[in-house]
């Protein structure tokens, strides 16, 4: 965390937790017992984990694994293909990129809580230090049971190399998550207080994911008392979110305005800075990838400066065809175009959605009143530089020339909807830009997600965002609520949550109370109406492309069921054993001491 004073100390001693530069000019073999033997040394060890946890969240290799291929997502133009999106070929050397990670955390943690026992500071403060370590310890587990199941179960300190390796199984790797959350949440402040500020962990936040690892396990057992937990612990943060200083904004888009990344609505974040003692990378050089930048703003996005000639046409196959000098140029509002993943808006050919895509039909099918379509969506781009179109250009049928007006004029137009005349005409009505709807979404034209761009990035627009990246939202609370009650044998509980955040998306700013209150009225949903698909649903409303969307569908049992269903890249690929990951085949190398260790079944 940027915020924690010693984390430059905790970069230089902690070389195994990836500050590669300064590991550079001091280098470091490993982490002895002696170095928890003081305050500076147990803080910077949990300095270095929170150091760590942006080393995947936010960058491209973790969020295709958590994103891509799943009903949501299909590849962009420049995806690079892979199995990651399509299931095929899916194995223990195409996947794993946090596994590494997640133990040398936990080790790590581990230390901390083993001499940090003994350290010199006041009992309470101590105490806290304790808290965030097991905190911590039982994310990094969360994550690995998840998407791996039986892992490594390791609560000691390990300081002698050994080649020998076994898997535990995921109930006691759960056992260990619900008591490491439990104990902290019972210790950790109801706010951040120093030294942990910003969005560091906080009761609330140790007590959403120990509802969330309930619900999980509820899932994995069938235990309605999981469910009960998670559905009371989901109430209780609710019932206090005034003593935790959380809430709603009243707009939905309100929660992805820069200015508010550490608001109210914000539980948990990976902090990201541009200052050289904390960084990752040179400012104005443009880095395009590595450990600890967070390059969200940039993998959904087209290529809208290459991509935009101002007389595309759609050709005889339907096809939108590039035409003419581009309407647009790279800026900081609109981001860099990566193109790695993108919504699924292509429509299924076969099966019982035949016709039909996820993204518009079903997940944003009431884009009229409900808010989170525009609001996590670019489907207008403003021109940013001015073009002159003669008359005469090659495939300017508007008969028309004119000049485009920078800041006024649209470039691009992705209605959600069909267009008479488009790309060049607003029905019969010549059109200045190019309007592309959705029959003419591609990989390499469709609708950005524009929640996470940073348009701080001025002049060194190419540069990773400084943006934090926002793990856990209070809207998720209501969800896990939701999906906990539901389970628990309580759909009017799970409707009145879910409720609560669809209203929310009814509003807007430009509405009078009137339209306000009916367009509320409107999203409300009856007890009958929820069912898991529906929770599904509505989570990627809200949540769509928060890095969780993999393990929703695992987690539910329904990853094969929706991928079948929605994801025609993936569906014939997609088997029952994708619900775990392929261990990563350098672990299994690397045990040759004692039994071998185990890949996962089907990889």
Same mark, same amino acid.
Not at 379 to 399: D, E, F, L, P, W
């Given at each position: 965390?940027?915020?924690?004073?010693?984390?430059?100390?905790?970069?230089?001693?902690?070389?195994?937790?990836?500050?590669?530069?300064?590991?550079?000019?001091?280098?470091?073999? &490993?982490?002895?017992?002696?170095? @928890?033997?003081?305050? =500076?040394?147990?803080? $910077? /060890?949990?300095?270095?984990?929170? *150091?760590?946890?942006?080393?995947?969240?936010?960058?491209?290799?973790?969020?295709?694994?958590? &994103?891509?291929?799943?009903?949501? @997502?299909?590849?962009? =133009?420049?995806?690079? $293909? /892979?199995?990651?999106?399509?299931? *095929?070929?899916?194995?223990?050397?195409?996947?794993?990129?946090?596994?590494?990670?997640?133990?040398?955390?936990?080790?790590?943690?581990?230390?901390?809580?083993?001499?940090?026992?003994?350290?010199?500071?006041?009992?309470?403060?101590?105490?806290?230090?304790?808290?965030?370590?097991?905190?911590?310890?039982?994310?990094?587990?969360?994550?690995?049971?998840?998407?791996?199941?039986?892992?490594?179960?390791?609560?000691?300190?390990?300081?002698?190399?050994?080649?020998?390796?076994?898997?535990?199984?995921?109930?006691?790797?759960?056992?260990?998550?619900?008591?490491?959350?439990?104990?902290?949440?019972?210790?950790?402040?109801?706010?951040?207080?120093?030294?942990?500020?910003?969005?560091?962990?906080?009761?609330?936040?140790?007590?959403?994911?120990?509802?969330?690892?309930?619900?999980?396990?509820?899932?994995?057992?069938?235990?309605?008392?999981?469910?009960?937990?998670?559905?009371?612990?989901?109430?209780?943060?609710?019932a206090n979110k005034t003593t935790y200083g959380l809430d709603l904004w009243q707009d939905f888009g309100d929660a992805f305005v820069p200015a508010n990344d550490y608001g109210k609505e914000t539980m948990f974040v990976s902090d990201h800075s541009n200052d050289p003692k904390f960084g990752y990378y040179a400012v104005g050089g443009g880095a395009s990838g590595g450990g600890g930048q967070n390059l969200t703003p940039w993998f959904t996005n087209w290529n809208y400066p290459n991509n935009s000639g101002v007389n595309s046409i759609v050709n005889a196959n339907g096809v939108l065809v590039n035409s003419g000098t581009s309407l647009m140029v790279r800026d900081s509002q609109y981001g860099r175009p990566y193109q790695?993943?993108?919504?699924?808006?292509?429509?299924?050919?076969?099966?019982?959605?035949?016709?039909?895509?996820?993204?518009?039909?079903?997940?944003?099918?009431?884009?009229?009143?409900?808010?989170?379509?525009?609001?996590?969506?670019?489907?207008?781009?403003?021109?940013?530089?001015?073009?002159?179109?003669?008359?005469?250009?090659?495939?300017?049928?508007?008969?028309?020339?004119?000049?485009?007006?920078?800041g006024v004029d649209t470039a691009i137009w992705l209605p959600d909807f069909e267009v008479a005349g488009a790309p060049q005409f607003y029905g019969t009505r010549p059109f200045k830009g190019i309007i592309v709807p959705p029959s003419l979404w591609k990989s390499d034209v469709y609708p950005a997600i524009k929640k996470h761009m940073d348009p701080s990035r001025g002049t060194n627009f190419n540069d990773p965002s400084t943006r934090p990246v926002v793990l856990t939202r209070f809207a998720e609370v209501y969800l896990v609520g939701a999906e906990a009650y539901l389970q628990a044998g309580n759909k009017d509980k799970a409707a009145e949550l879910l409720n609560v955040l669809r209203q929310r998306a009814a509003y807007r700013k430009t509405n009078t109370t009137a339209q306000n209150t009916a367009a509320a009225t409107a999203m409300l949903v009856k007890a009958d109406d929820v069912t898991i698909d529906f929770i599904l649903d509505e989570r990627s409303r809200e949540l769509y492309g928060e890095w969780m969307r993999y393990h929703d569908l695992v987690r539910t049992k329904s990853l094969v069921r929706r991928i079948q269903l929605w994801n025609k890249e993936a569906s014939p690929y997609v088997k029952d054993f994708h619900a775990l990951r392929p261990i990563p085949q350098s672990e299994i190398d690397r045990t040759v001491e004692g039994p071998a260790f185990t890949q996962n079944t089907g990889y």
């Open positions: 965390m940027k915020k924690i004073t010693v984390l430059l100390i905790a970069c230089t001693l902690f070389g195994s937790l990836g500050c590669e530069k300064i590991l550079e000019e001091h280098p470091q073999s &490993q982490i002895v017992p002696s170095y @928890f033997n003081s305050p =500076a040394g147990v803080l $910077g /060890g949990i300095a270095g984990v929170y *150091n760590e946890i942006r080393n995947q969240w936010g960058t491209e290799g973790f969020s295709s694994e958590m &994103q891509a291929g799943t009903d949501e @997502f299909v590849q962009g =133009a420049s995806s690079g $293909g /892979g199995p990651i999106h399509t299931f *095929n070929g899916l194995n223990g050397t195409n996947f794993g990129s946090a596994w590494g990670t997640s133990f040398t955390c936990i080790n790590t943690l581990n230390g901390v809580l083993k001499y940090g026992q003994s350290i010199d500071l006041p009992e309470a403060t101590k105490k806290q230090y304790l808290a965030q370590a097991k905190f911590l310890r039982a994310f990094w587990y969360f994550y690995l049971v998840q998407t791996w199941g039986d892992v490594p179960l390791h609560t000691e300190f390990i300081t002698v190399p050994s080649q020998a390796a076994k898997r535990d199984p995921a109930s006691e790797v759960y056992k260990l998550i619900i008591q490491d959350l439990t104990e902290a949440a019972a210790t950790l402040p109801d706010k951040p207080t120093a030294p942990f500020l910003g969005k560091a962990a906080t009761k609330p936040v140790a007590q959403f994911f120990l509802a969330k690892a309930y619900l999980t396990r509820g899932w994995l057992t069938n235990s309605q008392a999981d469910f009960a937990e998670a559905a009371k612990i989901s109430s209780e943060i609710i790695r993943i993108r919504p699924n808006s292509d429509k299924q050919t076969t099966g019982a959605m035949a016709g039909k895509n996820y993204f518009l039909d079903q997940a944003f099918v009431k884009r009229d009143i409900d808010s989170r379509f525009a609001n996590t969506f670019y489907t207008v781009y403003i021109a940013n530089q001015s073009i002159t179109n003669s008359a005469t250009a090659a495939n300017n049928k508007r008969g028309i020339g004119y000049t485009t007006q920078v």
